[in-house]
C-alpha cells in the first residue's frame, strides 16, 4: 500500500493516525507534541501507532525506531525520510 | 487501589471480600468446575495420596500419576498421540510458541492478542510484528513482506479476551495461506472449555447475531487439522525442541479422525452448564438497554467501555463496595481511551448474582458519571 507522498499529505496524514492511536482531539496534536507528555503514549498506543504507519505508508518502520522518537514533529521527519527512501 | 484480598469461596459466583458477600465477575471458572464437589474431592485425594508437588520440573521428578493420567486423557479426548498439561494458560503460550520458532523466523500478533503471545513470541530472538485487529487483508500485506522467512506464525485468538468477541476476518486467512504453500501457522487461543464438546474450540460460540455460520465453523475445523499436520510436518525436520513440540501436538489416533470425536463428560452428562452459561446474552442484552455499551461482545465475557483509566478504577471501586467484583482494563492492558470494565458471567451465577451486579452497575456507573450510549427510558429502581 502507498500512502500520501507529499510532506504536508504526510503530516496530515499521521495526525489522523495519532487521534485514531489515542482517541484525542486533533487540535492537540501541533508540532511540538510530546508522546510522553500532554500526548501521554503508553506503550500499547505505540504499537497501534506503529502498525497504522507501516500500514498507510507501505513502509517499515519498526518499534525500535519509533520508541525513541519524543515529538509529533519528529515523528513526521522519520516517516518522511521513509517514504522519500522509497520512492 | 488495592487488590481486594478474598477471603474465601463461599458458593459458586460468590465469594467474601472485605468482609462481605460478594459477586465474582473476575473468574475465568466459565463451567463452574472450580467450586463442583467432585473436582474438589478429587484435588483432595491426590494430595492427600501424592503430596502437593514434585518439587521439580518434569524431565527431573517426572509426573506424578495423576498428571500423567491427565495427560493421557486429554491425548484421548482430542485425538491425539499424546498431550501436554500446562499450569495456566499464560505458560502455554510462553512454553509453546518458543518451541516453534527460532530466531530469524516471524511471528505476526494480532494487536489484540493476549500479553501471553506476545511475551511468549518476544524472547525468541524472531521478530514480531502486529496486525490489525482481525484485519486479513493487514495480515495478507504482512505474509506479503515475509516470502523469505523460513518459518512464520501468525498467531490469533479464538476469543479476544478484552474485548469479548470472537476473531472474523482471520476466517478469510486459511484459503490465502493454503494458496501460498508457505509454512505460515495459525494457532488459536481459547479461554474456555464451553464448546459442544468442551474443547473450546471454534465451536465455542453458537453461531449468533452478526458472528459465524456452521459452515465457517466446518472450514475453521478443516482448516485446523490441516494446520496442525503441517506444524507436526514441519516441526519433525527442526531441532530436538521442535520435535518434542510435534510429540505433544502427536498424531489423530488411527480410527478416530472423525470429526467430533469424544465430548468431554461434563458437557455430554450436564449440559445444563452450557445453558446457564450463555445467560450472559440476556444480561448484556440488559445493560444495552439501560444504555451501556459493550462493544460489540457476542461471548459471556462482557466488557463495559469508560473511556479513562481513572474513571476505570473508580467504577471498579464502587462496584466493589457494593459487592460486585469486576476486572479493570486500563493501561497498557488496553489503549487509555479504551479503558473499560470487562465482567465474565459463568455458569456459575445464578439470577440473583446477576441481577445485583446490574443493578450496582447501573448505579456506580451514574455515580462516577459514565457515558450511555441512549437516554434510560424506562423507570428504575
Not at chain 2, 22 to 30: E, F, P
Not at chain 2, 175 to 196: N, Y
Amino acid at each position: 500500500m502507498t500512502g500520501p507522498a507529499t510532506a504536508g499529505s504526510i503530516e496530515e496524514t499521521l495526525r489522523g493516525l495519532v487521534v485514531d492511536a489515542l482517541g484525542i482531539p486533533p487540535q492537540l496534536i501541533v508540532r511540538d507534541a510530546a508522546f510522553d507528555g500532554e500526548l501521554a503514549m503508553d506503550s500499547l498506543s505505540l504499537i497501534a501507532l506503529q502498525v497504522e504507519v507501516e500500514r498507510v505508508f507501505g513502509i517499515d518502520c519498526p518499534a525500535e525506531e519509533m520508541r525513541p522518537l519524543r515529538r509529533f514533529r519528529e515523528l513526521v521527519t522519520l516517516v518522511e525520510g521513509k517514504v522519500a527512501e522509497q520512492r | 487501589m488495592p487488590v481486594p484480598e478474598l477471603e474465601r469461596n463461599l458458593e459458586p459466583g460468590w465469594v467474601s471480600a472485605d468482609g462481605r458477600r460478594a459477586v465474582t465477575l473476575i473468574a475465568n471458572d466459565y463451567l463452574a468446575l472450580s467450586s463442583d464437589s467432585r473436582v474438589r474431592a478429587g484435588a483432595r485425594d491426590a494430595v492427600d495420596r501424592l503430596g502437593t508437588s514434585r518439587c521439580a520440573s518434569p524431565p527431573a521428578g517426572r509426573y506424578t500419576p495423576v498428571v500423567s493420567k491427565l495427560r493421557r486423557q486429554l491425548a484421548v479426548f482430542l485425538d491425539r498421540d499424546a498431550a501436554i498439561v500446562f499450569s495456566t494458560g499464560y505458560h502455554t503460550n510462553v512454553g509453546s510458541i518458543p518451541a516453534l520458532m527460532q530466531p530469524g523466523d516471524l511471528v505476526v500478533c494480532d494487536l489484540f492478542d493476549h500479553a501471553s503471545i506476545i511475551d511468549g513470541a518476544r524472547p525468541l530472538g524472531a521478530e514480531v510484528r502486529f496486525m490489525r485487529h482481525d484485519d486479513a487483508e493487514h495480515l495478507e500485506q504482512l505474509l506479503s513482506g515475509a516470502r523469505d522467512r523460513r518459518r512464520t506464525l501468525v498467531v490469533l485468538e479464538g476469543i479476544y479476551s478484552a474485548e469479548g468477541r470472537h476473531r472474523a476476518a482471520a476466517g478469510a486467512v486459511p484459503g490465502r495461506e493454503r494458496g501460498r504453500g508457505r509454512s505460515s501457522w495459525l494457532m488459536k487461543r481459547t479461554p474456555s472449555g464451553c464448546s459442544e464438546r468442551g474443547r473450546g474450540s471454534c465451536r465455542a460460540l453458537r453461531p449468533a447475531r452478526g458472528g459465524g455460520s456452521d459452515r465457517w465453523d466446518d472450514e475453521q475445523v478443516a482448516w485446523e487439522r490441516r494446520w496442525l499436520r503441517r506444524v507436526r510436518c514441519e516441526s519433525r525436520r527442526g531441532p530436538a525442541a521442535q520435535r518434542a513440540f510435534a510429540d505433544l501436538l502427536g498424531r489423530p489416533r488411527a480410527g478416530q479422525r472423525r470429526r467430533g470425536g469424544r465430548r468431554a463428560r461434563f458437557v455430554r452428562d450436564e449440559p445444563e452448564r452450557r445453558e446457564r452459561l450463555w445467560r450472559a446474552d440476556r444480561r448484556r442484552a440488559e445493560l444495552v438497554d439501560r444504555g451501556f455499551e459493550t462493544m460489540g461482545s457476542c461471548t459471556t465475557v462482557i466488557p463495559l467501555p469508560v473511556g479513562d483509566p481513572g474513571l476505570t478504577l473508580a467504577l471498579t471501586q464502587r462496584l466493589r463496595h457494593a459487592g460486585v467484583l469486576v476486572c479493570p482494563a486500563i493501561p497498557p492492558m488496553v489503549k487509555s481511551h479504551l479503558s473499560r470494565i470487562r465482567m465474565h458471567v459463568t455458569a456459575a451465577h445464578g439470577d440473583d448474582a446477576l441481577d445485583q451486579a446490574t443493578e450496582a452497575i447501573d448505579a456506580a456507573a451514574a455515580g462516577v458519571g459514565v457515558k450511555r450510549v441512549i437516554a434510560v427510558t424506562r423507570g428504575r429502581a
